[in-house]
């Protein structure tokens, strides 16, 4: 491969992320809780993760009547995969796409919906319930136990658009220069020396 052409995927790339970023940016402007309230906030974020879903669907080439698309972690995600047929669904797992934000979408057949045993408990997975009763939420939230990563899932159908413009391998090898370990990248930054109240105050006029 030629210079030139290795330049040129590694622009692809930087742009695909910049893209990612301003849409995440964009969906933080006006998120809220998915699960909680009917404010002009929630609605905005309940209508994003859902066409989160069906960005998902197209992406697989899916019908929304046949299929119904689940987000998870990893290990929520493979504890309902371990309840399905093989045959039965589609994963897209976003570190396959270079993204490391622990999200995996199951496209899964609205048939076997209701076959699934293994309970989840949590926030959304219930309309009422009583001492010895549950009304169950309609699918796929009775799946969703508590709140997604609903800014990751977002994250993740965005990035599945970009993919689906710019090629499968956008997000993978983007060679950079950042090096550092974990406690140096989470923890040193202009704030680390500061204690009390004037890192309070730091943070106010940061805010």
Not at 7 to 25: V, W
Not at 117 to 145: C, H, I, Q, S
Not at 182 to 199: S, Y
């Amino acid at each position: 491969m030629s210079a030139t052409s290795e330049t040129s995927k590694n622009t692809s790339r930087i742009d695909a992320f910049a893209a990612l970023e301003k849409s995440m940016f964009a969906a933080l402007e006006t998120y809220a809780n998915v699960h909680r309230g009917s404010g002009p906030a929630s609605t905005v974020t309940t209508r994003l993760y859902e066409k989160a879903r069906q960005i998902v669907l197209d992406y697989l080439g899916l019908s929304a009547q046949k299929f119904c698309v689940v987000f998870g972690s990893g290990m929520h995600s493979a504890r309902l995969q371990s309840a399905l047929p093989a045959d039965s669904f589609f994963a897209l797992k976003s570190k396959d796409f270079g993204l490391n934000i622990g999200v995996t979408a199951l496209a899964i057949a609205k048939n076997q919906l209701k076959k699934i045993k293994t309970g989840f408990v949590g926030g959304g997975t219930t309309k009422l319930y009583g001492n010895d009763w549950v009304m169950w939420a309609n699918f796929p939230d009775r799946l969703e136990a508590g709140t997604p990563a609903i800014i990751n899932c977002m994250a993740f159908a965005k990035a599945l658009l970009l993919v689906s413009e710019m090629g499968k391998e956008v997000f993978l090898n983007l060679h950079h220069n950042a090096s550092g370990s974990v406690e140096e990248i989470l923890f040193n930054d202009e704030l680390e020396n500061l204690q009390g109240v004037e890192l309070l105050n730091k943070l106010k006029k940061m805010w």
